[in-house]
């Protein structure tokens, strides 16, 4: 019989093999078998994987998506408020059909299915970032080679598809908008915010975040923080992206209207929120939510969502000719992908481009002793 090299078998006290050999990530692995021949064969298939540079740890391979999924929970860097709202996305939509699933079982097939029937009673918001998370912690195991690529393979899947396409509002709608809340001695102090939010593009927790030390010269709005309620606590933590750090600046008659604000409704500490409930705490999305669609409704604006306030602040700035990387920065944009949307959603001003060309090459003909300008 011919010498083997790779690995060792020994026989167990209970009379099965055991089958060992040091892989290359510096670790023994080992598998117990019922017959010897059985043993050596696993150790050749080893052999055969790591020359074909195809071999995934056999102990990583055999974890759960289960046992990933509380690793991937548990990690350092993850925003409390998003690790919530990763625990009951898994509680609620992927336990059930993967935690107990083997990390190598997991097939674009079986993902599929699991897609397919989730989405029969699941909303499209929901699905879509269980998804995205169902697809980040077999990232993790790609990453640990227990997998050689990631099942997750849908096309669309983890965009959410909404009801309807977003809006924006134009800046004469919102401006309405504005005047409808300032009009009722209940919501007049969300005037100025509804402002902020349309013609400065925060995010609704960015804006609520804000104190009265964040108010700077020129109209401008130092951005350091976010605020949204999780497990029935306000937590107070960094903007959604490193790039949600940033300075905004505000048209000067929207900064006129926030400096009237801050006189009337804000406390004179540093740190006094500069939106806030009457009682001086932070102001409740629900609450909020509520509050816009009645002064939308009282106008008879078509459907219009709360959110749209930042897609109209985003979408009017493109109108201005800003670039995208000008883009990202006024919104907090990590990436151009977004701020392209915009810039897109702006191509209806091609007609008055065109328009303002016209002027130029008029007022050019009009400086060339009375030539016509071009046709």
């Known amino acids: 019989m011919p010498k083997r090299t790779f690995g060792s078998v020994d026989r167990l006290p209970s009379g099965r093999f055991r089958a060992r050999y040091l892989g290359p990530d510096g670790r023994r692995h080992s598998k117990i078998f019922a017959a010897k021949a059985d043993a050596w064969a696993w150790l050749a298939s080893e052999q055969t994987d790591l020359a074909r540079k195809s071999w995934r740890a056999p102990n990583a391979s055999g974890r759960t998506v289960g046992e990933y999924a509380e690793d991937y929970l548990a990690r350092n860097d993850l925003r409390e408020s998003t690790r919530v709202l990763y625990a009951g996305l898994w509680r609620h939509h992927l336990a059930e059909a993967w935690?107990?699933?083997?990390?190598?079982?997991v097939t674009p097939a079986a993902v599929r299915s699991w897609h397919a029937q989730a989405g029969r009673t699941t909303r499209p918001t929901a699905l879509a970032q269980s998804y995205r998370l169902l697809r980040a912690v077999l990232n993790v195991a790609v990453a640990d080679e227990a997998i050689p690529s990631n099942p997750c393979r849908l096309r669309g899947a983890g965009t959410p598809k909404a009801?309807?396409?977003?809006?924006?509002?134009?800046?004469?709608?919102?401006?309405?908008?504005?005047?409808?809340?300032?009009?009722?001695?209940?919501?007049?102090?969300?005037?100025?915010?509804?402002?902020?939010?349309?013609?400065?593009?925060?995010?609704?927790?960015?804006?609520?975040?804000?104190?009265?030390?964040?108010?700077?010269?020129?109209?401008r709005l130092r951005v350091e923080r976010s605020v949204r309620r999780v497990s029935g606590r306000w937590v107070v933590g960094e903007p959604k992206t490193d790039a949600g750090h940033r300075t905004v600046t505000l048209p000067a008659a929207i900064a006129a209207v926030l400096e009237e604000h801050v006189r009337k409704y804000v406390g004179?500490?540093?740190?006094?929120?500069?939106?806030?409930?009457?009682?001086?705490?932070?102001?409740?999305?629900?609450?909020?939510?509520?509050?816009?669609?009645?002064?939308?409704?009282?106008?008879?604006?078509?459907?219009?969502?709360?959110?749209?306030l930042r897609h109209t602040g985003a979408t009017l700035a493109a109108g201005t000719g800003a670039t995208t990387k000008e883009l990202m920065r006024r919104l907090g944009h990590s990436s151009p992908a977004a701020a392209l949307l915009?810039?897109?959603?702006?191509?209806?001003?091609?007609?008055?481009?065109?328009?303002?060309?016209?002027?130029?090459?008029?007022?050019?003909?009009?400086?060339?002793?009375?030539?016509?300008?071009p046709k």
């Open 268 to 308: 004179a500490a540093p740190d006094a929120l500069l939106f806030s409930t009457s009682t001086g705490g932070y102001l409740a999305r629900s609450n909020w939510n509520s509050t816009f669609r009645r002064a939308a409704n009282a106008i008879g604006l078509p459907a219009v969502r709360p959110h749209e």
């Open 342 to 373: 915009y810039q897109h959603a702006a191509d209806d001003r091609d007609a008055d481009i065109a328009r303002a060309l016209d002027a130029m090459l008029g007022a050019l003909g009009d400086d060339q002793d009375g030539s016509e300008p």
């Open 99 to 105: 935690a107990h699933v083997p990390v190598d079982e």
């Open 163 to 219: 009801s309807r396409p977003s809006r924006a509002l134009t800046a004469a709608e919102a401006l309405q908008l504005a005047e409808r809340l300032g009009q009722d001695r209940r919501t007049e102090r969300y005037r100025a915010l509804l402002l902020v939010l349309a013609f400065g593009g925060l995010r609704f927790g960015e804006a609520t975040a804000l104190r009265r030390s964040d108010v700077l010269t020129g109209g």
